[in-house]
């Protein structure tokens, strides 16, 4: 298709007591975000629910509805945890998007669910 | 034991390999070879037998010492013997080779003094059968190989199945007969005959009636060969053209992934050579071979259907003018061809001219089978919820409700537009549930987004929508399309966004043009802009009021344009 490869997908993950920072490098897309969503929610199993889940998008090359549907699968798991979520470093295509589909609202919305 | 004649010859003392050995040994040798392990026997000029040791008399129970040798010894060793009589020879030219008593004989001559002979005979049986089974082996695993090759060449069930009987008639059996799983009640058979064509039909059989096939049917092992009784096949499995009664029968499964791909059935005639066991486990190799390949093809051809299936009941429907609107659709696959897209669209004509009509076009997020389903929900509920198209947020309200699932949180994004004729003008009601705002180019040429926003559909507990409406006047065109345009990759880098703001010139520069001729112009830029690189689904949907004629026979009455609304959008709540 083309010689410039796209950034390798890649997560790195940091933990503090009370926040899970989550950098997402690379497309989420198709192919990429059951790893992100498995991977999120590996870890809010794993130990006491952190108060806020903070998605770095700092990375972010390219994100498409299959990546939407994942960060709407994760603020599902989040909200029932009692997390918040949040969004950061977000590019100008996912705020489009974001925009378009009238759903950052919902994302980051206080958790209503859990007890945390 | 030994010895009945008069003198023990002199060369058996000369063995080969002892003759370094210094001579004062030789008479301590020699009468030791009538221990020798191999069978020796000595014959005169005569033909009659002199002497013979222990090995010889185990070969040659019968034979004696002075009997005639052409009575005890099969004619190739006598005429052997013969030819050493009718000239000098050294050792080797002498040597022949037979079978004596079920064994498997080299015969190496050394002719003495007086035309007297010592035949050594050497058993060569268990290398024989070593070497035949080496070769064997051999020529299985080549046969294996190439059916192997010959049969994964193909993803086609029917050649695939011709393949398989066709290459198992002719190395393994005179006939044979592929039996296929039931479809229906009826059963695929493949008949091939060595040398003969395949032919393949489809008919009710009884399986039951050949011993162990209802069993390999159902992936059972085999029964063996030797529990099959030939003449109870039945006439059917016979192949037309087969010679004389059947003599030998294996029945062995075709083992599929998971699931029996069928069962092969091998003839003999009663003329042939019975199959043997290592036939028989040959026999279940091959089938193995063939039924993995067969059974792959299988699979293949299944998926095949079901996308080809789906595909078809997701096709896009084509577009005409409906009430005097024209409309055109435009809709490109993904070039992934195993995965469904998500695009779709559709336009529900309104039952008279007065009736809104109800276009909608959407994507849903993923793809594949997932997706396919997705979208087939969505058309489904979408049509039954025509009746309440008068009010959109109503219809997103109960298709978000209808699509919410605590199982994931796939997502659908659509426009909906309802749309009127009244008099020379469109009216449209167009509302954007998280999808790419339309565009409308105006007869000056310049290009609007339509205002409309709303939540995607099927994720979240609840959605909002802001419905737009707005008129088309003669000429102007209303575009509603997927982000696989806008986001298709291409352009003289390569890597580039097709983008909005290419969208929006190549629409400007249609306007006044036919519905068609839009979305057509659409894709042709897109196609160009993509050359040969990878892309989503491309769907793209153009509403026009047709440029022709201020007045047009609307519901048996002349309506004058001009009614309500303007050039530009206006927003209602």
Redesign the interface.
Same mark, same amino acid.
């Given at each position: 298709? !083309? =010689? *410039?490869s796209p950034a390798e997908f890649a997560l790195s993950f940091f933990r503090e007591p009370a926040t899970l920072t989550v950098r997402v490098c690379g497309e989420l897309d198709?192919d990429t975000s059951e790893d992100l969503v498995d991977a999120v929610v590996a870890r809010l199993e794993e130990g006491p629910p952190p108060r806020e889940v903070r998605l770095d998008f700092g990375a972010l090359t390219w994100i498409?509805? =299959?990546g *939407? %549907? %994942?960060l *709407?699968?994760i603020h599902?798991r989040t909200d029932s945890a009692g997390a918040v979520l949040r969004l950061e470093n977000r590019p100008g295509f996912l705020e489009r998007l974001l925009h378009? !589909?009238?759903?950052l609202e919902?994302l980051t919305a206080p958790a209503s669910g859990g007890r945390g | 034991m030994v010895g009945c004649a008069r003198r023990v010859p002199p060369f058996v003392s000369v063995s080969r390999g002892s003759s370094a050995r210094p001579p004062d040994v030789d008479p301590r040798v020699g009468a030791t070879w009538t221990e020798a392990p191999c069978p020796v026997l000595v014959v005169d000029r005569y033909g009659g037998l002199v002497r013979i040791n222990g090995a010889a008399r185990a070969l040659l129970p019968d034979a004696e010492c002075g009997d005639r040798l052409h009575e005890r010894v099969p004619s190739w060793l006598w005429g052997a013997h013969q030819r050493m009589g009718e000239g000098p020879h050294d050792g080797s030219l002498g040597t022949a080779t037979g079978r004596i008593n079920g064994r498997f004989v080299e015969a190496h001559p050394t002719p003495v003094g007086e035309g007297e002979v010592v035949w050594w005979l050497i058993d060569e049986t268990d290398r024989r059968l070593a070497e035949t089974a080496l070769s064997n082996a051999r020529l299985r695993s080549e046969i294996l190989s190439e059916v192997s090759s010959a049969l994964l060449s193909t993803l086609n069930v029917p050649r695939c199945t011709e393949v398989a009987a066709s290459m198992a008639a002719e190395h393994l059996a005179e006939a044979a007969v592929l039996v296929a799983p039931p479809q229906g009640r009826r059963h695929p058979l493949t008949y091939a005959r060595r040398g003969g064509p395949v032919t393949q039909v489809t008919r009710q059989v009884d399986v039951s009636g050949v011993p162990g096939l209802a069993e390999a049917l159902q992936g059972f092992p085999p029964v063996p060969a030797r529990w099959i009784d030939p003449g109870a096949i039945p006439d059917w499995v016979i192949p037309d053209g087969f010679s004389g009664a059947v003599g030998s029968v294996i029945v062995t499964p075709l083992p599929g992934h998971g699931v029996p791909a069928g069962a092969l059935i091998l003839l003999r005639s009663s003329t042939e050579q019975v199959f043997t066991e290592g036939e028989e486990v040959f026999a279940r190799l091959f089938a193995a071979r063939a039924g993995a390949a067969l059974s792959a093809a299988r699979l293949y051809t299944e998926q095949a259907t079901v996308t080809a299936t789906l595909m078809q009941e997701l096709l896009p429907p084509r577009l005409t003018g409906v009430h005097g609107v024209e409309y055109a659709g435009g809709y490109r696959a993904a070039k992934d061809h195993e995965r469904v897209g998500g695009d779709f669209y559709d336009v529900h004509p309104g039952a008279d001219p007065s009736q809104e009509t109800l276009v909608v076009l959407g994507d849903v997020a993923g793809k594949g089978l997932d997706a396919a389903v997705l979208t087939g929900k969505i058309r489904n509920t979408l049509h039954a919820l025509l009746p309440l198209a008068g009010n959109h947020q109503r219809v997103l309200d109960l298709l978000n409700g209808a699509l919410l699932t605590s199982r994931h949180t796939r997502f659908a994004t659509l426009v909906l537009a309802s749309v009127r004729r009244r008099g020379g003008q469109v009216r449209l009601r167009l509302t954007s549930a998280g999808h790419l705002p339309p565009l409308i180019t105006r007869a000056d040429g310049t290009v609007e987004e339509v205002a409309t926003q709303g939540t995607l559909v099927g994720a979240l507990p609840t959605v909002k929508a802001r419905t737009v409406e707005t008129v088309l006047s003669p000429g102007e065109t209303c575009l509603l399309y997927t982000d696989g345009i806008t986001e298709a990759r291409g352009g003289p880098l390569g890597d580039e966004l097709f983008g909005e703001h290419r969208l929006r010139r190549a629409f400007g520069e249609s306007a006044g043009i036919p519905a068609e001729a839009v979305v057509e112009r659409v894709q042709m830029l897109v196609s160009g802009w993509l050359g040969t690189g990878r892309h989503d689904d491309m769907a793209a949907v153009a509403i026009s009021a047709p440029a022709t004629g201020a007045l047009t026979l609307v519901g048996g009455h002349a309506e004058a344009g001009g009614h309500t609304g303007g050039p530009g959008s206006r927003r209602i709540t």
């Amino acid at each position: 298709m !083309t =010689s *410039l490869s796209p950034a390798e997908f890649a997560l790195s993950f940091f933990r503090e007591p009370a926040t899970l920072t989550v950098r997402v490098c690379g497309e989420l897309d198709y192919d990429t975000s059951e790893d992100l969503v498995d991977a999120v929610v590996a870890r809010l199993e794993e130990g006491p629910p952190p108060r806020e889940v903070r998605l770095d998008f700092g990375a972010l090359t390219w994100i498409d509805s =299959s990546g *939407l %549907a %994942a960060l *709407l699968m994760i603020h599902r798991r989040t909200d029932s945890a009692g997390a918040v979520l949040r969004l950061e470093n977000r590019p100008g295509f996912l705020e489009r998007l974001l925009h378009v !589909t009238n759903v950052l609202e919902h994302l980051t919305a206080p958790a209503s669910g859990g007890r945390g | 034991m030994v010895g009945c004649a008069r003198r023990v010859p002199p060369f058996v003392s000369v063995s080969r390999g002892s003759s370094a050995r210094p001579p004062d040994v030789d008479p301590r040798v020699g009468a030791t070879w009538t221990e020798a392990p191999c069978p020796v026997l000595v014959v005169d000029r005569y033909g009659g037998l002199v002497r013979i040791n222990g090995a010889a008399r185990a070969l040659l129970p019968d034979a004696e010492c002075g009997d005639r040798l052409h009575e005890r010894v099969p004619s190739w060793l006598w005429g052997a013997h013969q030819r050493m009589g009718e000239g000098p020879h050294d050792g080797s030219l002498g040597t022949a080779t037979g079978r004596i008593n079920g064994r498997f004989v080299e015969a190496h001559p050394t002719p003495v003094g007086e035309g007297e002979v010592v035949w050594w005979l050497i058993d060569e049986t268990d290398r024989r059968l070593a070497e035949t089974a080496l070769s064997n082996a051999r020529l299985r695993s080549e046969i294996l190989s190439e059916v192997s090759s010959a049969l994964l060449s193909t993803l086609n069930v029917p050649r695939c199945t011709e393949v398989a009987a066709s290459m198992a008639a002719e190395h393994l059996a005179e006939a044979a007969v592929l039996v296929a799983p039931p479809q229906g009640r009826r059963h695929p058979l493949t008949y091939a005959r060595r040398g003969g064509p395949v032919t393949q039909v489809t008919r009710q059989v009884d399986v039951s009636g050949v011993p162990g096939l209802a069993e390999a049917l159902q992936g059972f092992p085999p029964v063996p060969a030797r529990w099959i009784d030939p003449g109870a096949i039945p006439d059917w499995v016979i192949p037309d053209g087969f010679s004389g009664a059947v003599g030998s029968v294996i029945v062995t499964p075709l083992p599929g992934h998971g699931v029996p791909a069928g069962a092969l059935i091998l003839l003999r005639s009663s003329t042939e050579q019975v199959f043997t066991e290592g036939e028989e486990v040959f026999a279940r190799l091959f089938a193995a071979r063939a039924g993995a390949a067969l059974s792959a093809a299988r699979l293949y051809t299944e998926q095949a259907t079901v996308t080809a299936t789906l595909m078809q009941e997701l096709l896009p429907p084509r577009l005409t003018g409906v009430h005097g609107v024209e409309y055109a659709g435009g809709y490109r696959a993904a070039k992934d061809h195993e995965r469904v897209g998500g695009d779709f669209y559709d336009v529900h004509p309104g039952a008279d001219p007065s009736q809104e009509t109800l276009v909608v076009l959407g994507d849903v997020a993923g793809k594949g089978l997932d997706a396919a389903v997705l979208t087939g929900k969505i058309r489904n509920t979408l049509h039954a919820l025509l009746p309440l198209a008068g009010n959109h947020q109503r219809v997103l309200d109960l298709l978000n409700g209808a699509l919410l699932t605590s199982r994931h949180t796939r997502f659908a994004t659509l426009v909906l537009a309802s749309v009127r004729r009244r008099g020379g003008q469109v009216r449209l009601r167009l509302t954007s549930a998280g999808h790419l705002p339309p565009l409308i180019t105006r007869a000056d040429g310049t290009v609007e987004e339509v205002a409309t926003q709303g939540t995607l559909v099927g994720a979240l507990p609840t959605v909002k929508a802001r419905t737009v409406e707005t008129v088309l006047s003669p000429g102007e065109t209303c575009l509603l399309y997927t982000d696989g345009i806008t986001e298709a990759r291409g352009g003289p880098l390569g890597d580039e966004l097709f983008g909005e703001h290419r969208l929006r010139r190549a629409f400007g520069e249609s306007a006044g043009i036919p519905a068609e001729a839009v979305v057509e112009r659409v894709q042709m830029l897109v196609s160009g802009w993509l050359g040969t690189g990878r892309h989503d689904d491309m769907a793209a949907v153009a509403i026009s009021a047709p440029a022709t004629g201020a007045l047009t026979l609307v519901g048996g009455h002349a309506e004058a344009g001009g009614h309500t609304g303007g050039p530009g959008s206006r927003r209602i709540t």
